[in-house]
């Protein structure tokens, strides 16, 4: 479980730095939206696979 987070975490890591290299290699504002979306939802897939709510 511990392996897996710390996976999840080095290719989060990986996809924001190439995403930021491109963001600022081709400044649009409309690029940093998409990126920034882009990221929003991998953060969230990884927490919710991650981290899974507890049912009773």
Do not use: H
Request: hydrophobic letters at 65%; aromatic letters at 18%.
């Amino acid at each position: 479980m511990l392996l897996d987070r710390i996976t999840a975490l080095i290719a989060f890591a990986a996809l924001a730095g190439y995403l930021g290299i491109f963001v600022f290699s081709v400044p649009r504002p409309a690029l940093f939206v998409v990126v920034g979306f882009v990221l929003l939802l991998v953060a969230y897939d990884f927490w919710s696979q991650l981290f899974p709510r507890r049912r009773r």
